[in-house]
């Protein structure tokens, strides 16, 4: 590991080579566990899109962040903490059901707010994980779009834990391949114009497939918590 600075020098010179093809891909500093120096080092250094996992931690961070940061909720969003962040977060990355999308669009309405959101998909079917199933991608993509106070921006998928990358390359694929179908649906209030997908260890292949943002924590931070935690890393 190099220093910050050159970690992120780094990671966006490879994601940007990998997604060349597609126009290039975004990457979304994963901060769960960062001190907030060292966030604010990686947003001075260009990186002002932030992830975090958990309402508590960020909430407990979020007025010391730099002013430039965007935060994103990337962790799975229980309905009792969305009064929390309508208003404080730039994008939920993981609107997965129809209670958290009733009640981030009754928040939204009370706050005056409208909610910039991504689908999160469960494209490996891991019952273990939060996601919609491809089975109802589409209805659940024109359902939330119905709803006040919420934009759909997007797609979001956390992919199979695996050694090689490859072997989830057709994940990848296929996550793109819905993200271009539902685009080109032009359905009601939906924009689709976020592909958050690829953490650490998978995102080369997930550039390459056609992410538009990448998840990083590790890469950019050094050793986190185990994978099954964090929605990024």
Do not use: Y
């Amino acid at each position: 590991m190099g220093t910050l600075e050159e970690n992120i020098a780094l990671w966006r010179e490879r994601i940007g080579n990998a997604s060349a093809r597609w126009g290039g891909a975004e990457i979304c500093a994963v901060t769960k566990t960062v001190d907030v120096e060292q966030i604010n080092r990686a947003v001075a250094a260009g990186l002002c899109t932030l992830g975090e996992n958990r309402v508590q931690e960020l909430m407990g961070k979020i007025d010391r962040l730099d002013p430039r940061a965007q935060v994103h909720l990337i962790g799975r969003l229980q309905t009792n903490k969305v009064r929390q962040i309508v208003g404080r977060v730039a994008m939920v990355q993981s609107l997965d059901r129809d209670e958290l999308a009733a009640e981030l669009s009754r928040r939204a309405q009370a706050a005056g707010a409208v909610v910039p959101a991504l689908v999160e998909v469960n494209i490996g079917r891991e019952p273990q994980k939060g996601g919609v199933d491809e089975d109802d991608l589409e209805a659940f993509v024109r359902r939330a779009a119905q709803l006040p106070g919420i934009a759909v921006e997007g797609l979001m998928a956390v992919m199979p834990d695996v050694d090689d990358p490859e072997q989830i390359r057709p994940l990848f694929r296929r996550m793109r391949q819905w993200f271009e179908r539902l685009r080109d649906a032009d359905l009601p209030n939906v924009s689709m114009r976020v592909l958050s997908m690829g953490m650490s260890h998978d995102c080369i292949v997930a550039a390459e497939e056609g992410a538009t943002m990448v998840r990083l924590g590790r890469a950019l931070f050094g050793e986190r918590p185990s994978k099954t935690e964090i929605q990024g890393g």
